[in-house]
């Protein structure tokens, strides 16, 4: 039933991987609007290959209405507070071999300590990662992945991308999630001792614990939403954007055109594109 | 190459473990020095600073009574809502360069709107208080005529991870005006934009869409808050 399971899963992957190539080579195709205030838009979402995008988020609402909402909603109502927070913070410890190798690879020397301090103290103190007394002292979990390592270096985020299961996304995030699966020493010694289903069984817990922690937030969302689907694109850049800044806003004002006169809306790089 | 970056490592996770090992003293004398540090910032803060403690702590007081009805908690948060945001400065930014070419009556529809929407969706979470502190932790002023961004915590009073809010104020003196929110580097203003620009968009560039949208939805929302 399992290795059943796997099988399929691998075939979504190669399914994945091919509608991924044909959706980057369909995104070079989709022209710029001429009309000015569409092409402020246009650059402002940078979401080329909306229509496609859009057909798989209805796709993905559609897989959460059934499945995982359904699912997120009997975990967090029967099992207990405190499992589920165990639950998460062993899911957070096992994570520590690529949140380090991603400090370290960043250059942020503070964040590695913080990530060796943390996975010590859970694991010796805190029951093999159950409990998270390292939080407790103020050292709380802060996640890093390649794609915010990528972000790091200097790379583009390049178009917006929503992939089917797994959300929205882009490229740079893509290649994220795929480096960070294959340096995972968890995941190496699972697929080493043929014990597949590991990964698996990790990735859809975390899925399903994730969600259990949104319910409220994303119905809130959806509720007050005019469109659901542009909500989510704005905000998925934006919390990216902030992880990659560790939430060290500084002094910058990410929103300076508020304050300026209506007819100089946008400003920064992308303005002269426009006018 | 090797020795100076385990060294550095080392001394860091070092400061790591010391910070772990601060915190377990007895806290009287942590909370003690926190308490100096906040009395210190508050006594430094610039005025865009104070208004929006003040205009925190005045919402909390009012917004927050459990014994109010829900149409009374609305016009409450709607005159707090004028009083300290420019909404009108809010409404035309999101709707970007659509703007330009609307007629006078339709934009004046839209802000009427834009107002509901916002009252509609922020309101009633003031009911759900339970006790959060509000905080300032400092004000940045990165131009010298530009706008002040007054950092702020809400902090759960179980002990839970703090939320970060920045607010983006205008303004020199009073009247001081919120422009911008944002809530762990999320902008409300930008979320908003994209949102609305998005529908027009959609709709052949017609802000007439919009406005016909925000009708539906406001309505949708007052209705479902007078069943409750």
């Known amino acids: 039933m399992i290795s059943r399971t796997i099988e399929a899963l691998r075939g979504i992957k190669f399914a994945l991987s091919m509608l991924l190539v044909s959706v980057l080579l369909l995104g070079g195709c989709a022209g710029v609007p001429s009309d000015p205030a569409d092409r402020e838009a246009y650059y402002e979402t940078n979401d080329a290959i909306e229509p496609v995008n859009r057909a798989i988020f209805r796709f993905n609402q559609g897989l959460d209405a059934v499945i995982l909402k359904p699912l997120a909603t009997i975990y967090r109502e029967i099992l207990p507070r405190t499992l589920q927070d165990g639950i998460r913070n062993f899911l957070n ?15 942020d020397i503070d964040g590695a300590g913080e990530t060796i301090a943390r996975f010590t103290v859970n694991t010796i103190v805190g029951f093999g990662g159950f409990g998270d007394p390292a939080g407790d002292l103020g050292v709380e979990y802060r996640d890093e992945d390649f794609g915010q390592t990528l972000a790091v270096w200097g790379m583009g985020e390049g178009p917006y991308l929503m992939l089917p299961l797994f959300g929205p996304s882009n490229p740079r995030d893509v290649v994220g999630i795929v480096v960070d699966t294959l340096i995972d020493p968890i995941n190496m010694w699972a697929n080493n ?12 817990v975390r899925g399903i614990d994730r969600r259990a922690r949104n319910i409220k937030t994303l119905e809130d969302l959806e509720k007050s939403s005019l469109d659901f689907y542009a909500t989510i ?18 002094d910058s004002i990410p929103s300076p055109s508020i304050s300026l006169d209506e007819d100089t809306i946008l400003t920064g790089p992308r303005a002269q594109l426009i006018r | ?69 829900e149409a009374e ?48 969706t922020y309101a009633a979470r003031f009911a759900e208080y339970t006790g959060q502190e509000f905080v300032i932790k400092r004000v940045a002023r990165p131009k010298k005529k530009g706008d002040s961004i007054v950092m702020s915590e809400i902090r759960p009073s179980d002990g839970g991870p703090s939320i970060r809010i920045d607010w983006q104020v205008r303004g020199d003196s009073d009247p001081f005006k919120i422009v911008d929110v944002r809530v762990e580097g999320v902008s409300m203003s930008v979320t908003q934009r994209e949102e609305f620009t998005a529908v027009i968009r959609q709709n052949g560039g017609k802000v007439d869409a919009l406005i016909a949208i925000l009708r539906k939805k406001t309505e949708t929302l007052k209705s479902k808050q007078s069943s409750n």
């Open chain 1, 93 to 107: 410890n096992l994570r520590s071999p690529v949140l380090l190798a991603n400090n370290l690879l960043q250059g």
């Open chain 1, 193 to 204: 001792t043929d014990r597949d289903a590991i990964p698996v069984v990790r990735t859809v």
């Open chain 1, 233 to 250: 694109r704005s905000l998925y850049r934006q919390i990216r954007n902030d992880a990659i800044r560790n939430g060290d806003t500084g």
């Open chain 2, 1 to 69: 190459m090797k020795i100076p970056f385990s060294l550095a490592l080392g001394h860091s996770l070092f400061g790591s473990v010391m910070r772990m090992i601060k915190c377990t003293l007895p806290f009287c004398a942590a909370l003690f020095v926190n308490l100096i540090a906040a009395q210190i910032a508050v006594a430094a803060q610039t005025d865009a600073g104070e208004f929006v403690k003040s205009l925190g702590n005045h919402a909390i007081r009012v917004l927050t009574v459990k014994d109010i009805s």
């Open chain 2, 73 to 120: 908690r609305e016009d409450r948060f709607r005159a707090l809502l004028r009083q300290g945001f420019d909404v009108k400065r809010i409404g035309r930014f999101v709707l970007g360069r659509y703007a330009r070419g609307v007629n006078k009556d339709a934009i004046d529809e839209y802000h009427g709107l834009f107002e509901d929407l916002i009252v509609a």
